[in-house]
């Protein structure tokens, strides 16, 4: 009977096996990919006080559904360059945030204009501090971190991506 290394197995074994980082960013671009597909069916996007034609943002979301489809398929099959299309995504997705931050605030009264007309039913009012924090803060905040958790793991994860 040969006897095999342990250490080799236990290597074999675990190379097999998604970390739990990469289950927790599959499940994540799972949750954005629905919510591209999503929007895909429902598409309306602002920039500014403007609505963005319908053409301009299917491209945009099927461009997304595309993309973090491809994402899951390279952590899926390890592809080296699975992590610079990764960094590259979320990298853009910290870009694209903070225009969007820059524009609602330079937009400040339109926005909140519309607020108000989406929800005059509702005895609330949209304040300047309320759409500040709630509308520009928090989404900025949560996406660069979540974003640049994403960035560093992949990245300090070189060697899950061998293919």
Known sequence: MS???PIIVKEAIAKDRLPAGM???IIYLIYTLLVRTIALIFPFMLFGPFAVPRSIVKTYYLISVYTIAFCLLVIYKRKKW???LITIWYGFGI????VCSLTALYFKEEYLNIYRK???NIRFQFT???FIITGIII???TVVIINTLIIWYVNARRDYFVN
Do not use: S
Request: without cysteine; hydrophobic residues 55%; proline residues 5%.
């Open 118 to 120: 989406i929800f005059r």
């Open 95 to 98: 870009l694209y945030i903070a």
């Open 139 to 141: 989404p900025l905040v």
């Open 23 to 25: 289950i927790a960013i």
């Open 128 to 130: 300047d501090t309320f």
């Open 82 to 84: 699975g992590r610079i």
């Open 3 to 5: 006897e095999e290394n």
